[in-house]
């Protein structure tokens, strides 16, 4: 069964603070990998499609990478107004237009 | 702003009734994706629609239904309606039905079932 696993759940940084989110996935076969965010109240944003192995993609302080298993979203020198929750998603053949989600990590950037 | 709009924003209302919820594509968009979203399960895909027809079907409960009209706007009617029902129904659309477009979200509508 195709399913998509997020860490951490929760992560407070301070404003300059770099880090790392992880989104772990188990596919029959990857389509595209994909991550949003998501701010209170609102629907999900569209960041960036991975599709393969070793591929990189970069907007503003967010760079996101794919490994055959998972997917990392590193923030380098957030701002308070990086704060959000990223959910990440798996799109697998066979299965039409059909998104897999994570749960999500919470992001929190304090001045 | 996505191009994606959904209303109502806010819904209440009680156990054993039937809702509508509907939603416009961004503009030049064949593809319509509901989805649920719910504190204990995250978002969980219910139905895609491409150009009026049905294309990939997620755990929709039969008490849900869908449809996508000629205009491609789309609806998805909940009846008989459980307190679990409560939950944000968001609507995506992509340009293609099986190409790896992005899927834009709307702002969803926040179910409430009293």
């Known amino acids: 069964e195709d399913q998509v696993t997020q860490s951490p759940e929760a992560l407070r940084l301070q404003e300059g603070e770099s880090s790392s989110l992880n989104c772990s996935y188990t596919?029959?076969?990857?389509?595209?990998l994909f991550w949003y965010r998501q701010d209170p109240g609102k629907g999900p944003e569209f960041l960036f499609t991975?599709?393969?192995a070793g591929e990189e993609k970069e907007k503003e302080r967010l760079k996101a990478t794919l490994t055959k298993k998972e997917s990392f979203l590193h923030i380098t020198a957030p701002k308070p107004e990086d704060s959000a929750t990223y959910l990440c998603a798996v799109r697998s053949y066979n299965q039409g237009g059909k998104l897999i989600f994570g749960q999500g990590t919470e992001l929190s950037v304090k001045p | 702003d996505s191009g994606v709009t959904q209303t109502p924003k806010h819904l209440i209302t009680a156990t054993g009734q039937r809702v509508t919820l509907r939603c416009s594509p961004r503009?030049?968009?064949?593809?319509v994706y509901w989805y649920q979203q719910s504190l204990d399960q995250g978002l969980q895909f219910l139905i895609q629609?491409?150009?009026?027809?049905?294309?990939a079907k997620g755990n929709i409960l039969e008490r849900f239904s869908a449809q996508q009209f000629p205009d491609l706007h789309s609806e998805l009617n909940l009846s008989s309606l459980e307190l679990g029902d409560s939950a944000l129904y968001f609507c995506a659309s992509s340009v293609g039905g099986t190409e790896n477009q992005p899927q834009h979200f709307g702002d969803g509508t926040r179910l409430s079932i009293l």
């Open positions: 503009s030049g968009d064949l593809s």
């Open positions: 596919v029959s076969g990857l389509r595209g």
């Open positions: 991975l599709y393969s």
């Open positions: 629609y491409y150009n009026g027809e049905e294309r």
